[in-house]
Nanobody, 113 residues
Framework: QVQLVESGGGLVQPGGSLRLSCAASGRSISSIAAMNWNRQAPGKQRQMVAQITSGGNTNYADSVKGRFTISRDDANNTVYLQMNNLKPEDTAVYYC??????WGQGTQVTVSS
C-alpha cells in the first residue's frame, strides 16, 4: 500500500508560480499505472488536473494546459506539479492520487492579490 504526502501549497499572487510535491512511500511510483494531481475548490467536485503514466505519458485538464506541468522523479519516488501563471480560479485543495488506490491528505493553494 502506497502512502502519499503532498507539500508546496501556499498563498500566491495572480501570475505567480508554485511547485507541488507528492512524496510516496511503501511502493515505487514507477510500478503504479498512473499518478494524478486532482483539485477540489469549495462547493465543487474534485477534478483531475494532470496525470502521468508509468510510461511517462501526460494528460492535462483543458483549464491548465500550457500552464501546469506534471513530472516525476523515480529515484526520489516523488511526483511534482509545476504551476505557472496561476489564476484565482486555480484556488483549491490539491490532492495527489495513485490511480486505483491511495489519496494524499491534500495541500491548499490560494491565488489572490
Amino acid at each position: 500500500q502506497v502512502q502519499l504526502v503532498e507539500s508546496g501549497g501556499g498563498l500566491v499572487q495572480p501570475g505567480g508560480s508554485l511547485r507541488l510535491s507528492c512524496a510516496a512511500s511503501g511502493r515505487s511510483i514507477s510500478s503504479i499505472a498512473a499518478m494524478n494531481w486532482n483539485r477540489q475548490a469549495p462547493g465543487k467536485q474534485r477534478q483531475m488536473v494532470a496525470q502521468i503514466t508509468s510510461g511517462g505519458n501526460t494528460n492535462y485538464a483543458d483549464s491548465v494546459k500550457g500552464r501546469f506541468t506534471i513530472s516525476r522523479d523515480d529515484a526520489n519516488n516523488t511526483v511534482y506539479l509545476q504551476m505557472n501563471n496561476l489564476k484565482p480560479e486555480d484556488t483549491a485543495v490539491y490532492y495527489c492520487y495513485a490511480v486505483g488506490g491511495t489519496w494524499g491528505q491534500g495541500t491548499q493553494v490560494t491565488v489572490s492579490s
